[in-house]
């Protein structure tokens, strides 16, 4: 057994969902096997569903195993051993779920204990109060709320309220899986356990910094929920701005569980407001309609199969959005920070260039700017861009050759799902990795006046041919400014 490896029971509430069994049981298993869980730790999945705890593990069995093609029987059957489930309604009173629950907790009272809520938000009230009336909210509890954490500052606050009358902030872990990705823990050694960067890490140096998250899917049977978020709420006010958050932090003193998150709050306080007419000028709405993505024709966000009907909201949702941040403090001044992500875009993609100023005076002809291009998938790995002369005879051309650093080849091992990590930080009482309230209440502050502007009237999303890179104006975004999206495909 791994020397961290904590006894804890794990309640997932909406266990049975498709969070759960796509991403939590797999990464729970994959730290099972690398012994990474403590003999006696439990996990115990909530839903309605009325199973009993052979019908989860059949389930379990049936759907999850498959997709990790593990032939580890005693592996399978030591963590199926692991799982129990509970039924219990949130919608109403449900006095026989609480007991039920009650009654598999008792007598763990000392150990941790962590409610893991992988339902939708307006269940996290509701399942807070019943752990509270049921008298299982214990000094060792953790809870860990999914996103999204609303839809504007108002909804973060009120979910931050009910969720925190219930237990101290020190005991919510509010998740956002980019953070758990391996590129991104190294993007931090990479800045802050070498010496070379920090001097360049500046607007001397930097002319801009390109954050990408692009899927190649769409949103097939997703409408009830896409039509209510749109790519801005979705993705760019968790992932994105928590990347930009770890380019832009300063170094912090210790690596502790306030340290680095006192950081990255300074930097979201540093954004320049974007509203009004700016709106405009500085962020890109797109909606995706009919393509071919990987050679495969597909609908249009609007005719995608679903079991609801397109709406007002379906018309001016933006399945695309690209934005142009600044951050307004002495390293930042001027460099901006180019936000985009999409869906139906060419592949799956999500990395963040850093574009180096070209050299104030060359000699050759040709050449280009440095780039360090940080991977967080697929093929996560860290690529530096040099220049380099074309070996042979004849004139002396400067080409970009990047120095690659892989990190499935350099260190040989698996790399692990983010949800890994950052389940064996909440098992361990590590919050680092997990968002404060004040850092999730800061982002929306700066999202909120955005949506104003694009709620307020104005033209519909931009449309764009699924399969390729967004609207033109995402294009024009850099374009203004002699700049363009970094495209290439690294190996
Ligand atoms: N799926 C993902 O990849 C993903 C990624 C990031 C975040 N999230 C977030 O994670 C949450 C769950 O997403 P999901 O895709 O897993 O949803 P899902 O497939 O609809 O699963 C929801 C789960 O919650 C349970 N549930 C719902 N209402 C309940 C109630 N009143 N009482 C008890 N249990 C209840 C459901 O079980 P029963 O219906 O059987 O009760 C089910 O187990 C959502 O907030 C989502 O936005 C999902």
């Given at each position: 057994m791994?020397?961290?490896?904590?006894?804890a029971?794990?309640?997932v509430?909406g266990?049975?969902?498709?969070?759960?069994?796509?991403?939590?049981?797999?990464?729970?298993?994959?730290s099972?096997?690398?012994?990474r869980?403590?003999?006696?730790?439990r996990v115990?999945?909530?839903?309605?569903?009325g199973l009993t705890?052979?019908?989860?593990?059949?389930?379990?069995?049936?759907?999850v195993?498959p997709?990790?093609?593990?032939?580890?029987?005693?592996?399978?059957?030591?963590?199926?051993?692991?799982?129990?489930?509970?039924?219990?309604?949130v919608?109403?009173?449900?006095?026989?779920g609480w007991r039920?629950l009650?009654?598999?907790?008792?007598g763990?009272?000392?150990i941790?204990r962590?409610f893991?809520?992988?339902?939708p938000?307006?269940?996290f009230?509701?399942?807070?109060r019943?752990v509270?009336?049921?008298g299982?909210?214990?000094?060792?509890?953790r809870?860990?709320?999914?996103k999204?954490?609303?839809?504007?500052?108002?909804?973060?606050r009120?979910?931050n309220d009910?969720?925190?009358?219930?237990?101290?902030e020190?005991q919510?872990?509010?998740?956002?899986?980019?953070?758990g990705?391996?590129?991104?823990?190294?993007?931090?050694?990479?800045?802050f356990?070498?010496?070379?960067?920090?001097?360049?890490?500046?607007?001397?140096?930097?002319?801009?910094?390109?954050?990408?998250?692009?899927?190649?899917?769409g949103?097939?049977?997703?409408?009830?929920?896409?039509?209510?978020?749109?790519a801005?709420?979705?993705?760019?006010?968790?992932?994105?701005?928590?990347?930009?958050?770890?380019v832009?932090?300063?170094?912090?003193?210790r690596?502790?569980r306030?340290?680095?998150?006192?950081e990255?709050?300074?930097v979201?306080?540093?954004?320049?407001?974007?509203?009004?007419?700016?709106?405009?000028?500085?962020?890109?709405r797109?909606?995706?309609?009919?393509?071919e993505?990987?050679?495969?024709a597909?609908?249009?966000?609007l005719d995608?199969?679903?079991?609801?009907?397109?709406?007002?909201?379906?018309?001016r949702?933006?399945?695309?959005t690209a934005?142009?941040?600044?951050?307004?403090?002495?390293?930042?001044?001027g460099?901006p920070?180019?936000?985009?992500?999409g869906?139906?875009?060419?592949?799956?993609?999500?990395e963040i260039?850093?574009?180096?100023?070209?050299?104030?005076?060359?000699?050759?002809?040709?050449?280009g700017?440095?780039?360090l291009?940080l991977?967080?998938?697929?093929?996560?790995?860290?690529h530096?861009?040099i220049m380099?002369?074309?070996?042979?005879a004849?004139?002396?051309?400067?080409?970009?050759?990047?120095l690659s650093?892989?990190?499935?080849?350099?260190?040989?091992?698996?790399?692990?799902?983010?949800?890994?990590?950052?389940?064996?930080d909440?098992?361990?009482?590590?919050?680092t990795?997990?968002?404060?309230r004040?850092?999730?209440e800061?982002?929306?502050?700066?999202?909120?006046?955005?949506?104003?502007?694009w709620?307020?009237?104005g033209?519909?999303?931009?449309p764009y041919?699924?399969?390729?890179?967004?609207?033109?104006?995402?294009?024009?975004?850099l374009?203004?400014?002699?700049r363009?999206?970094?495209?290439e495909d690294?190996p």
């Open positions: 791994h020397p961290t490896a904590h006894v029971d794990l309640v509430f266990g049975t969902g498709d969070l759960s069994m796509r991403k939590l049981l797999p990464a729970l298993f994959h099972d096997r690398d012994g869980l403590a003999p006696q730790t115990i999945a909530m839903s309605r569903g705890d052979a019908d989860f593990r059949g389930k379990v069995e049936a759907e195993r997709r990790l093609h593990s032939g580890d029987d005693e592996g399978w059957a030591r963590f199926l051993g692991r799982l129990h489930h509970v039924s219990v309604d919608g109403g009173p449900d006095h026989a039920a009650t009654h598999l907790l008792a763990r009272e000392n941790d962590v893991y809520l992988a339902s938000p307006m269940t009230g509701p399942f807070c019943g509270q009336e049921a299982l909210a214990t000094p060792r509890s809870v860990v709320l999914e999204p954490l609303g839809r504007d500052l108002a909804g973060a009120r979910i009910e969720v925190g009358a219930i237990f101290e020190r919510i872990f509010r998740i956002d899986h980019y953070l990705k391996e590129t991104v823990q190294n993007l931090l050694v990479l800045r356990a070498n010496a070379f960067l920090e001097p360049v890490w500046n607007s001397l140096w930097i002319d801009h910094v390109q954050i990408t998250a692009a899927e190649s899917v949103t097939p049977g997703r409408r009830g929920y896409y039509d209510q978020a749109g801005l709420r979705d993705m760019v006010q968790n992932h994105l701005l928590q990347l930009l958050c770890l832009a932090m300063e170094p912090p003193s690596n502790d306030e340290s680095i998150r006192d990255k709050l300074k979201l306080q540093s954004l320049r407001q974007i509203a009004g007419t700016e709106a405009d000028r500085f962020t890109v797109g909606q995706y309609v009919s393509g993505v990987d050679g495969r597909v609908p249009g966000y995608e199969p679903d079991h609801t009907a397109p709406t007002v909201a379906s018309h949702v933006e399945t695309f934005i142009r941040a600044e951050v307004k403090n002495w390293r930042w001044a460099v920070f180019y936000l985009r992500t869906k139906r875009m060419p592949h799956r993609r999500s260039v850093v574009q180096f100023k070209e050299v104030p005076h060359s000699i050759f002809p040709g050449g700017p440095n780039r291009v991977r967080l998938g697929p093929s996560e790995g860290i530096l861009h380099a002369k074309e070996p042979g004849g004139e002396v051309v400067p080409r970009p050759v990047p650093l892989s990190f499935a080849d350099t260190f040989r091992a698996r790399v692990p799902e983010a949800y890994e990590r950052l389940l064996m909440v098992l361990s009482g590590n919050p990795l997990f968002m404060r004040d850092e999730v800061a982002a929306w502050s700066w999202i909120d006046p955005i949506i104003a502007t709620e307020s009237g033209s519909p999303p931009e041919a699924a399969g390729t890179p967004g609207p033109a104006a995402a294009r024009e975004l374009g203004r400014s002699g363009a999206w970094y495209e690294l």
